[in-house]
């Protein structure tokens, strides 16, 4: 049997400051490395030892990662990364206050851009201060301008399916160090949550979600690792 844990980084600037993050790299606050130390110190705690980890290009999944390992005392293991583990690309609403937005556009169509299964926000505009096809992380390789749920799901599959769910079905002990979305679509494909629902699926920062898988990689138990701070969990 393996083990999963997923980990949502902890809380970034642009979190605190409510803006749309996406793919714009900030860093995590003083809070949001101490939600990485204290998720460490939970798997810890749990005695959970990792055999590979895995994180996106963006550094405040990466500082997560690794604030989470040393706490855990495996500081050693050395993370991969790849941007196709990314935060979901938000488009043109990078970089805008949330409130802001919903105060110009409503409420509705804010919420129809944040939280519906296939339906993404404008796209990015070419040559603004957020484009990211000049940026180094990505040389070579063919970024989106926007995307919904569906479509970071699209690009996340891939990689889960050609690096991660091998080494699972080896038996290994994984972690990945990423962002809420990123992370609801690896949620989705283990537990074949109907798009209807996965939308209502929240994955708090900080807090490790331990997944035991059969040999099908197949859940056979889950629970976050803070209980207090635990969400719903889609059913096995």
């Known amino acids: 049997m393996s083990k999963l844990v997923l980990l949502r980084h902890g809380q970034s600037q642009w979190n605190l400051d409510n803006r749309f993050t996406g793919w714009v790299d900030v860093d995590l606050t003083a809070e949001g ?12 705690a749990a005695g959970v030892h990792f055999d590979r980890a ?7 999944a990466i500082r997560t990662g690794q604030m989470a390992l040393a706490a855990a005392g495996q500081g050693e293991l050395m993370l991969v990364k790849d941007w196709r583990l990314n935060e979901r690309h938000y488009g043109g609403l990078t970089g805008l206050n949330k409130a802001e937005t919903a105060a110009k556009h409503g409420d509705e169509q804010v919420r129809v851009w944040r939280r519906s299964y296939d339906i993404p926000p404008p796209p990015l505009p070419r ?11 990505y040389a070579g390789s063919d970024i989106p301008d ?18 991660i769910a091998p080494r699972l079905k080896l038996g290994e002990t ?14 989705k ?16 920062t900080g807090n490790p979600l331990l997944i035991e898988l059969d040999e099908g990689l197949k859940p056979v138990s889950a629970r976050y690792l803070d209980a207090d701070r635990a969400t719903a969990l889609p059913a096995i």
Request: no cysteine; aromatic share 8%.
């Open 174 to 187: 994984v972690l990945v160090a990423a962002h809420g979305n990123s992370l609801r679509a690896i949620v």
């Open 127 to 137: 040559g603004g201060e957020f484009d990211f096809h000049a940026d180094p992380l």
């Open 146 to 163: 926007t995307e919904s749920l569906k479509t970071t799901l699209d690009r996340v599959r891939p990689y889960w399916e050609a690096e």
């Open 189 to 204: 494909l283990l537990f074949a949550v109907p798009d209807a629902e996965i939308v209502d699926v929240e994955i708090p």
């Open 54 to 60: 895995y994180t996106s290009v963006l550094r405040r």
């Open 33 to 44: 490395e101490a939600q990485a130390k204290r998720g460490g110190a939970l798997l810890k």
